[in-house]
């Protein structure tokens, strides 16, 4: 038996239904679940990897169309010589490939970028 | 050893070794999946290199340096476009592509659409670009193996027919990755050396090319096949043993500046630095014009370059054998990886025909006689080189264009046989699959036999002109469906049929016409030689205005598919991107792949690592 001043308890009801965090939500589980959010991590991907799309044949529309109206356009252009040779053959028959590899190797990149991005934003808890 | 000789023994070596290479995949081939795709194991390296000896076809090979050097600078647009097509391909479709896990390009437009009639007419496409493709080649076959031997013009295609039968009803597609892979190397190098060694004889020779018209460089006896109209750029006196203009003649021959007739089966002898006449179909212009952009004597030829350039730009995505190709990457990104590969093998490779086409203006002129410029490419180095060594060059030159016909061929075939099989012939998914292979097989001698059957009347448009009408076919639907369907989640199931029926009809309609009729002046004939600029557009609009009139009729999935297609591989762990029925999923595939092959067996050399 214990005599003394008995230390005040307070007994509260945990609640815990109310208390306990929902279960993590997590990104990937948005876009699997096709919900609104998931909707819009999907979205800026997309998003993303379309303008890189769109840029790229930009690219290209402006390199060869631009050769093709150079030629329309200028007519000094198809005289002109470059190392001796004449300069739309050297621009067209070897020079455009570089530019055209270049093009390709910055897709890749690009496109394997942003998808790292969107990757880690979908990891991220 | 003569030039006949060396020529059947590079042909027959290229035959058999492409049907051992068929023979030794055949081991391998257990399941209906290594039939269509390989079981989806190829490395990038093999791939690439399999993706690119199956694109260059007979067009790239013989048909541009024919082209080059009956018109001149416009041609150089072919080879860019065939380049600058995979890089569309690569920043548009590539990657999203591999990732629906489609076998064949109506298998994408099932899966994205959810709709079997866009299937069936995206089958119909299919067959009908792979026939057109393929027509071409067996034509290419019948001209190499007619220039080179002397054989009949139907003996060529027919080899290439049972080659590619046996090896392809063999060994389905995994013996052709290997093949294909070693037959682009082949074509490589069987363009490259004689390239290098004719500049370095031409170095060494000191020639140039002067700036007026073609001239024939050496003493050269020419046979005209058939009635044939010519023109004369100047007048001059030949020697002609024959008919002319009505008139049987024998011995030297005013020819007045204009156009004459010449009567079948008539020789021609050309001394050095008689002017070449040029038949009537080709252009007649001095070679100072043929350097100059826009000089290639067609009414309109600038709206002929920029439609040709996205005629080929965007026509690329959408033929059968490239994309059944890609199916062979293990994932999106390796696909994108691959691709970059094949950009930088093209880019390599068609440095070369632009170097045959040149010199074929000033050592084969005498082709514009005969419009038979096809064989430029041929004929080159034994003009250019007397004795044993040119006689060798032809032989490897040879041997390089029956790989091209052989690997395009198989190429085309395996894709147009398996849309057969699985739409036409249509097997029961749950029969057995002794069954299934049996109709690919029958679906495989059906693809090829076809367009043999269409291309032994003689059509004289040029090699690569035909290709590049399948190309203009493929643009002007495929494209669209591929673009719209990866990057529009509105497209609906009907806008893409009445797209794909409206810029199929119109295309093919354009094309037909240009095959058949002889319309090429005007405004008119550009345009229906040249479909695609106001094709592809109008394909996209259609698809878009009507997907935006049936909102209603959206895939229900639409969602879903697009995370399939978008979402990296690195996540396909945590999401669950696959379909319900679905046999193709990145998990599942390896495990299954696992599941239906013996371990203990060695892996094929195009799966394993070099």
Redesign the interface.
């Known amino acids: 038996m214990t005599t003394g001043p008995v230390k005040r308890v307070r007994i509260t009801h945990p609640r815990t239904e109310a208390a306990r965090r929902a279960p993590a939500r997590t990104p990937?589980r948005e876009?699997?679940e096709?919900t609104e959010l998931?909707?819009i991590y999907?979205r800026s991907?997309?998003r993303s990897?379309?303008r890189?799309?769109l840029a790229?044949?930009g690219a290209?529309g402006v390199v060869?169309?631009g050769i093709?109206?150079?030629?329309?356009a200028f007519p000094r252009?198809?005289?002109s010589r470059l190392l001796g040779l004449?300069l739309?053959?050297v621009l067209?028959?070897?020079l455009?490939?570089?530019v055209?590899?270049a093009?390709?190797?910055y897709?890749?990149r690009q496109?394997?970028r942003n998808?790292?991005a969107?990757?880690d934003l979908?990891r991220r808890r | 050893m003569s030039g006949h000789a060396a020529a059947v023994v590079a042909v027959s070596a290229v035959a058999v070794a492409t049907t051992v290479a068929g023979t030794f995949g055949l081991r391998r081939a257990r399941t209906t999946s290594d039939f269509y795709v390989a079981a989806r194991a190829v490395t990038p390296r093999w791939n690439a290199a399999a993706i690119g000896g199956e694109y260059l076809s007979a067009a790239s090979y013989l048909g541009i340096a024919g082209l080059i050097l009956a018109y001149g600078?416009d041609v150089?647009?072919y080879p860019?476009?065939y380049?600058?097509g995979?890089?569309?391909l690569?920043?548009?479709v590539a990657?999203p592509l591999r990732r629906s896990g489609a076998y064949t390009l109506p298998d994408f437009a099932e899966i994205r659409l959810g709709s079997v009639v866009v299937r069936r007419a995206a089958s119909v496409l299919v067959v009908l670009i792979g026939w057109l493709y393929l027509v071409p080649q067996l034509q290419g076959a019948g001209l190499t193996l007619a220039t080179q031997t002397g054989a009949p013009h139907w003996a060529g295609g027919l080899i290439v027919c049972a080659v590619v039968i046996s090896a392809v009803a063999a060994g389905g597609m995994r013996s052709i990755t290997f093949a294909q892979a070693l037959q682009f190397w082949l074509k490589f190098l069987a363009m490259l050396i004689p390239a290098l060694v004719l500049l370095f004889v031409w170095q060494h020779r000191g020639d140039s090319l002067d700036r007026g018209y073609p001239t024939a460089s050496a003493r050269t006896v020419v046979t005209i096949a058939n009635d044939t109209s010519v023109r004369a750029p100047v007048t001059e006196t030949l020697t002609v043993r024959g008919h002319v203009d009505g008139r049987t003649v024998d011995g030297p021959v005013r020819l007045a500046a204009g156009t004459h007739s010449v009567g079948a089966h008539s020789t021609v002898v050309l001394r050095r630095g008689d002017v070449i006449p040029v038949v009537a179909d080709l252009p007649d212009q001095r070679t100072g014009s043929w350097?100059?952009?826009?000089?290639s004597g067609k009414d309109h030829p600038?709206y002929a370059?920029?439609s040709l350039?996205l005629a080929i730009?965007l026509g690329t995505m959408g033929l059968p054998h490239v994309l059944v190709r890609f199916y062979t990457n293990p994932d999106g990104?390796d696909t994108?990886?691959t691709?970059?590969v094949v950009?930088?093998l093209l880019?390599a490779f068609?440095?070369l025909p632009?170097v045959f086409g040149?010199f074929g203006r000033r050592y084969v002129p005498d082709l514009l006689l005969t419009g038979n410029t096809d064989a430029t490419v041929l004929l080159l180095p034994e003009r250019m080189i007397a004795g044993e060594a040119g006689v060798l060059l032809s032989a490897l030159v040879t041997a390089g264009a029956f790989a091209a016909f052989l690997s395009t061929a198989s190429g085309l075939t395996v894709s147009v046989a398996g849309v057969l099989s699985q739409d036409v012939l249509r097997p029961a998914r749950d029969r057995h699959r002794a069954q299934r292979i049996r109709s690919f097989r029958l679906g495989a001698i059906a693809a090829i036999g076809v367009p043999y059957l269409l291309s032994l009347p003689s059509q004289h448009l040029g090699l690569a002109a035909v290709v590049g009408l399948a190309f203009a076919v493929a643009a002007a639907t495929f494209c669209p469906l591929l673009v719209l369907g990866i990057?529009w989640r509105r497209l609906t199931d009907a806008g893409a049929l009445t797209g794909l029926v409206a810029g199929g009809a119109l295309a093919t309609a354009a094309v037909l016409t240009t095959m058949i009729a002889d319309v090429d002046t005007g405004w008119l004939g550009a345009l229906l030689q040249q479909p695609a600029a106001w094709a592809v557009p109008l394909t996209f609009a259609v698809m878009i205005a009507v997907s935006l009139a049936t909102r209603s009729r959206m895939h229900g999935d639409v969602?879903?598919i697009?995370?399939r297609l978008?979402?990296?591989e690195?996540?396909t762990a945590?999401?669950?991107v696959g379909l319900p029925g679905d046999r193709s999923s990145p998990v599942r595939d390896r495990s299954s792949r696992q599941g239906d092959r013996p371990t203990t067996q060695e892996p094929h050399p195009a799966t394993t690592d070099a």
């Open positions: 990937s876009i699997d096709q998931g909707e999907m991907l997309i990897q379309r890189l799309a790229v044949c290209i060869l169309a093709a109206l150079a030629g329309a252009f198809g005289t004449p739309p053959w067209l028959g070897v455009v490939y570089p055209l590899i093009l390709a190797a897709a890749v496109s394997e998808e790292r969107f990757t979908v | 600078f150089l647009w860019v476009g380049t600058a995979y890089l569309v690569l920043a548009l990657a350097l100059q952009p826009l000089g600038l370059s920029l350039i730009c990104r994108r990886r691709t970059f950009i930088v880019s068609y440095l632009t040149a990057w969602g879903r697009m995370v978008h979402a990296p690195a996540l945590e999401l669950r």
